[in-house]
């Protein structure tokens, strides 16, 4: 069955550093998305992506944070300055669909320590 | 503001129970709902989408949907152990103005008792 995978599985950095996440959506989707988890919070939506472009963001996904898909299988989050509070899980999911009714497939996540 | 709520729990159930799980949500525009299970340190996993009002069954799985009292529920047959997880309700609250993003509640612990 396919599957989202993500790497690396855990990143430890330090305040300031950018990281780079990496995600392999499912191959046939076409809507891709990250979210995140901070420790016993809530998944929180950070951005979404179609057709190369970002489709919508939420107010967490400041100018810190970038998105691209640079080829046909990757999509990357990266944070350009890391802070202490980004610590978290980082969920990619994707979606055949958009709006209404896209049914949405997390991956594994990775997991950002910032010290 | 957008929201969706759920209790806490923990909630703890006997094997072989039925488990209520119970989700509101905020927006009545709301088109899309979905379950999904989270065990401790993983990542959800979809167990559950509805899109009408009624009921959807899915193996030991019914996910319960009323739009007009803005609540969508997931009822567990035949509890087993191996069920014991956060469960989390999501919905798309917006999806008119093109929003594909989906709102997380904070979950509710379920415990399986053997």
């Known amino acids: 069955e396919p599957e989202v995978t993500q790497t690396p599985s855990h990143q430890v950095t330090q305040m300031g550093q950018e990281v780079i996440l990496r995600c392999v959506p499912i191959s046939n989707h076409l809507y891709f998305y990250w979210y995140r988890q901070i420790l016993g919070q809530k998944v929180e939506f950070l951005v979404s992506?179609?057709?190369?472009?970002?489709?919508?963001k939420s107010e967490i996904f400041d100018d810190q944070f970038s998105v691209e898909r640079p080829d046909g299988s990757n999509f990357t989050l990266k944070i350009r300055s890391t802070k202490l509070e980004d610590s978290a899980m980082y969920f990619c999911a994707s979606s055949q669909q958009g709006q209404g009714r896209g049914e949405q497939y997390f991956g594994p996540g990775t997991r950002l320590t910032v010290t | 503001q957008k929201e969706v709520e759920q209790n806490s729990g923990p909630l703890s159930v006997p094997e072989g129970a039925i488990a209520s799980l119970n989700c509101t949500y905020s927006?009545?525009?709301?088109?899309?709902f979905f379950w999904y299970r989270q065990y401790s340190g993983k990542s959800p996993e979809l167990i559950m989408f509805i899109y009408s009002n009624g009921d959807k069954e899915d193996g030991r799985f019914t996910a319960q949907l009323n739009k007009a009292s803005q609540y969508v529920s997931l009822l567990i047959r035949d509890s087993q152990p191996s069920d014991s997880a956060t469960y989390l309700c999501a919905v798309n609250l917006n999806p008119g103005a093109g929003s594909y993003q989906l709102t997380f509640g904070k979950g509710t612990k379920l415990s399986v008792i053997p």
């Open positions: 992506f179609y057709n190369n472009e970002i489709s919508e």
């Open positions: 927006d009545r525009g709301s088109q899309s």
